[in-house]
């Protein structure tokens, strides 16, 4: 393992720092900063070593790293456990302690002091403690010659023989993942708090000025930020919430910098990206692009239009749906923009070129052309094989999880799966919340005219996807549509919420027999049946062969390309990003300067809107110029409020709430998005383009004790003075 190690990591090292990498793409593992990034981290401005980064015999800025509820990031900023995230990643707590006459998400919330600290029951909090490489105890008994099941449950079972080795202290757990499409394996020690408490948040105003016409683009104007307080039982241990816990007292801090940052300072981002695929071929990449994205879009176009159709006439159903309709439309966003972006930078050709290279350096090596010759030919025709599978897919759960008549009937199937077993009390208890949420915020019309939207693009399928009962309904009722909703939603019982709510509890079996009666039961149910039986073992099947591909020509990527530096793709484990504040010309003739102010947000202020509107507070702050301390001069004269800015930090979902440090390693931002012409850095980064986009910390503070007045917070945080001989 040794030898591959090097080949993976060591030999690079030295070469990148020739400023090979012009780029600053990657998303780092931070235990191996030193043998590969240190020098180029420092090349680009970086004061502080890979060790005060991560270091497991002493406090390192890991320590003050902890992956939010497991999708978001957060950071500690205080001795006493306060933890800055995004505002949309705090949302769903600070929406559970909202009530009508306490709107918290429209007015914001600030606890005065602890005891008005707001818990959030299954809300956590999880620091990583240590990252060990166990590739070899991973795979010992693996060959490359073995069928990807037969690997696999040698790769399960040395995972759970080395879980069991590994020595906890009281409150830790340990988590093994996959890296480098299952070349390497690393072993996490994690220690998880569960009493973490909403301490503040701004209005939705301010935490998501601009909303979704703002979401994936700059220039942005978004606080997007909210507070919590990590909460500890005795010896600072964790500990289920008790009124008794206590604050938790961290290992690292980090400290806040007021100084700003420029064109091409150094920045870095620390947290928990979640999914990317940077090593696909050429041929899954033009899938994407022309035909995974598109179906998306195409499903989640129809469906955004009847609900805006909807919400425009009607004010209770703007409400009702505005989350909704949030959700779908960010990755609806985000997909447009990577198939632009692609497009923009050449992405397939880029990928094409990159195989070509490959293939000519790989068949210049007879040892290599031995092993891996056939691998990436092998890897693009399994992805063509899969492509029809993957379509059908696609369309069956975009389309299936938008139609909430559809959700109700699987959660109840759901709950009848689990009867009689161990847990049934608890699988109900989720149901019925879960129920009672969805039946709150649904409209029949709504959800009946998308019903009608949505099952042409099922119907219009190959005939062999389709399930015979959808095609025996729609020719019942006349191949039409509308008339087909109308039927399936006319006094259909699991849209009468008190029944299915009361009788879930009473005597579901009752419920459970409308499975074989309703005919939208049927449809689903039968919809279903095909998909796992016909679609979903095919799928599988071929998956295991790509992966099994994917992984031979990972390594063989290593192996050939030895003088350039590989990061494994996200997978929600801690990783760092580093780039440089940096502009960026999106298109010809329109070029993007990098920093943002509150003059922007006064631009863009639309009295009343409900994506532009802006608090009377945040408006008389602005006429005052009352910024305190965290306002800067403005060239223009008088004073001006930095709100966001953007550097070529490599980054992606998850790591919403990252930290964003400075060539000190202290804290200058908040991550919450990137721009949207460079959201394909998902799949193909590219420096030009590719943009992540932060809060600057100094608004965030001038919010906190000018806007929402809770000075006393501040006061908690360490606050860094000028270091001597780095810019005023
Ligand atoms: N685009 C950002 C992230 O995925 C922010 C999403 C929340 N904001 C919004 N307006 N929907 O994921
Ligand atoms: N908003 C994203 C999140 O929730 C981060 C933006 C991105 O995908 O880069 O994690």
């Given at each position: 393992m040794m030898t591959f190690f090097k080949k993976f990591f060591g030999l690079t090292a030295g070469l990148l720092c020739m400023g090979l990498a012009k780029a600053d793409e990657g998303m780092w593992l931070p235990q191996l900063l030193e043998s590969l990034n240190e020098k180029r981290m420092q090349q680009l401005g970086m004061k502080i070593s890979a060790k005060d980064i991560y270091d497991i015999n002493k406090g390192s800025l890991k320590d003050a790293i902890v992956s939010f509820g497991g999708f978001c990031t957060g950071e500690v900023v205080s001795e006493k456990g306060l933890v800055l995230t995004n505002h949309h990643c705090g949302f769903e707590s600070v929406q559970k302690h909202s009530?009508?006459?306490?709107?918290?998400?429209?007015?914001?919330?600030?606890?005065?002091?602890?005891?008005?600290?707001?818990?959030?029951?299954?809300?956590?909090?999880?620091?990583?403690?240590?990252?060990?490489?166990?590739?070899?105890?991973?795979?010992?008994?693996?060959?490359?010659?073995?069928?990807?099941?037969?690997?696999?449950?040698?790769?399960?079972?040395?995972?759970?023989?080395?879980?069991?080795?590994?020595?906890?202290?009281?409150?830790?757990?340990?988590?093994?993942?996959?890296?480098?499409?299952?070349?390497?394996?690393?072993?996490?020690?994690?220690?998880?708090?569960?009493?973490?408490?909403?301490?503040?948040?701004?209005?939705?105003?301010?935490?998501?000025?601009?909303?979704?016409?703002?979401?994936?683009?700059?220039?942005?104007?978004?606080?997007?930020?909210?507070?919590?307080?990590?909460?500890?039982?005795?010896?600072?241990?964790?500990?289920?919430?008790?009124?008794?816990n206590v604050p938790y007292v961290p290992k690292k801090a980090l400290t806040i910098s007021l100084k700003g940052m420029q064109q091409d300072d150094f920045t870095m981002v620390f947290g928990f990206p979640g999914r990317t695929t940077e090593y696909l071929p050429s041929e899954a990449v033009r899938q994407i692009m022309e035909v995974n994205d598109p179906a998306k879009i195409l499903v989640r176009d129809r469906?955004?239009?009847?609900?805006?159709?909807?919400?425009?006439?009607?004010?209770?159903?703007?409400?009702?749906?505005?989350?909704?309709?949030?959700?779908?439309?960010?990755?609806?966003?985000?997909?447009?923009?990577?198939?632009?972006?692609?497009?923009?930078?050449?992405?397939?050709?880029?990928?094409?070129?990159?195989?070509?290279?490959?293939?000519?350096?790989?068949?210049?090596?007879?040892?290599?052309?031995?092993?891996?010759?056939?691998?990436?030919?092998?890897?693009?025709?399994?992805?063509?094989?899969?492509?029809?599978?993957?379509?059908?897919?696609?369309?069956?759960?975009?389309?299936?999880?938008?139609?909430?008549?559809?959700?109700?009937?699987?959660?109840?199937?759901?709950?009848?799966?689990?009867?009689?077993?161990?847990?049934?009390?608890?699988?109900?208890?989720?149901?019925?919340?879960?129920?009672?949420?969805?039946?709150?915020?649904?409209?029949?019309?709504?959800?009946k005219d998308i019903f009608s939207a949505l099952l042409p693009l099922y119907m219009e399928q190959q005939a062999s996807y389709i399930a015979p009962v959808s095609r025996q309904q729609f020719e019942q009722y006349g191949n039409d549509y509308q008339r087909w909703a109308g039927a399936l939603y006319a006094g259909n019982f699991f849209l009468d919420a008190s029944?299915?709510?009361?009788?879930?509890?009473?005597?579901?079996?009752?419920?459970?027999?409308?499975?074989?009666?309703?005919?939208?039961?049927?449809?689903?149910?039968?919809?279903?049946?095909?998909?796992?039986?016909?679609?979903?073992?095919?799928?599988?099947?071929?998956?295991?062969?790509?992966?099994?591909?994917?992984?031979?020509?990972?390594?063989?990527?290593?192996?050939?390309?030895?003088?350039?530096?590989?990061?494994?793709?996200?997978?929600?484990?801690?990783?760092?990003?580093?780039?440089?504040?940096?502009?960026?010309?999106?298109?010809?003739?329109?070029?993007?300067?990098?920093?943002?102010?509150?003059?922007?947000?006064?631009?863009?202020?639309?009295?009343?809107?409900?994506?532009?509107?802006?608090?009377?507070?945040?408006?008389?702050?602005?006429?005052?110029?009352?910024?305190?301390?965290y306002g800067v001069k403005n060239p223009a004269g008088g004073y001006r409020m930095p709100v966001c800015f953007i550097a070529s930090n490599h980054t992606t979902g998850g790591n919403s709430g990252s930290p964003v440090l400075d060539a000190n390693g202290q804290l200058v931002g908040i991550n919450f998005d990137r721009v949207w012409e460079g959201t394909m850095s998902d799949i193909s980064y590219d420096a030009s383009i590719c943009r992540n986009i932060m809060v600057d910390i100094r608004y965030v503070l001038f919010l906190i004790e000018k806007y929402a007045g809770a000075g006393h917070l501040i006061r908690e945080m360490k606050l860094a003075h000028a270091i001597p001989g780095s810019r005023k």
């Open positions: 009530t009508l006459d306490k709107n918290y998400i429209r007015d914001g919330f600030w606890a005065r002091n602890g005891a008005e600290e707001l818990p959030n029951a299954g809300l956590y909090v999880t620091f990583i403690v240590r990252i060990d490489d166990v590739s070899d105890q991973v795979l010992k008994g693996v060959s490359r010659q073995m069928k990807e099941p037969e690997r696999q449950s040698i790769v399960d079972r040395n995972i759970s023989a080395l879980k069991k080795a590994t020595k906890l202290g009281n409150s830790e757990n340990v988590l093994i993942s996959p890296f480098f499409e299952g070349n390497k394996y690393y072993l996490f020690v994690t220690e998880t708090y569960t009493d973490v408490r909403l301490v503040g948040a701004p209005p939705s105003s301010i935490g998501n000025f601009g909303q979704d016409s703002d979401n994936w683009m700059w220039p942005r104007h978004t606080g997007d930020f909210s507070v919590f307080r990590i909460y500890a039982g005795k010896n600072n241990q964790p500990a289920e919430y008790s009124p008794d469906t955004l239009s009847v609900m805006n159709r909807y919400m425009r006439a009607n004010e209770e159903l703007k409400i009702k749906y505005a989350s909704k309709y949030a959700g779908i439309a960010n990755a609806w966003k985000k997909w447009q923009g990577e198939i632009l972006g692609l497009k923009r930078t050449d992405g397939l050709q880029k990928k094409l070129q990159y195989e070509a290279a490959f293939q000519k350096r790989l068949d210049a090596s007879d040892l290599l052309k031995a092993r891996y010759g056939l691998t990436l030919r092998d890897l693009n025709n399994a992805y063509k094989a899969i492509e029809p599978y993957a379509l059908t897919r696609d369309y069956y759960l975009e389309i299936t999880s938008k139609i909430e008549l559809f959700s109700i009937i699987k959660k109840l199937r759901t709950l009848k799966a689990a009867t009689g077993k161990p847990g049934y009390e608890k699988e109900l208890a989720k149901q019925l919340e879960s129920l009672t949420e969805l039946y709150k915020n649904l409209s029949i019309d709504v959800d029944k299915v709510l009361k009788g879930a509890t009473s005597d579901p079996s009752e419920i459970f027999r409308y499975f074989e009666t309703d005919p939208a039961a049927k449809l689903i149910i039968g919809m279903t049946d095909l998909y796992d039986m016909e679609i979903a073992p095919r799928l599988n099947e071929l998956q295991a062969r790509i992966n099994g591909l994917q992984r031979d020509y990972m390594k063989a990527q290593t192996e050939v390309f030895t003088d350039r530096s590989f990061y494994p793709d996200a997978n929600s484990t801690l990783r760092v990003g580093f780039g440089k504040v940096d502009d960026y010309k999106p298109a010809d003739g329109i070029a993007y300067n990098y920093y943002t102010y509150l003059d922007g947000v006064m631009e863009k202020y639309k009295p009343g809107d409900y994506e532009f509107d802006v608090p009377e507070k945040l408006r008389q702050l602005y006429q005052k110029k009352e910024y305190g301390r």
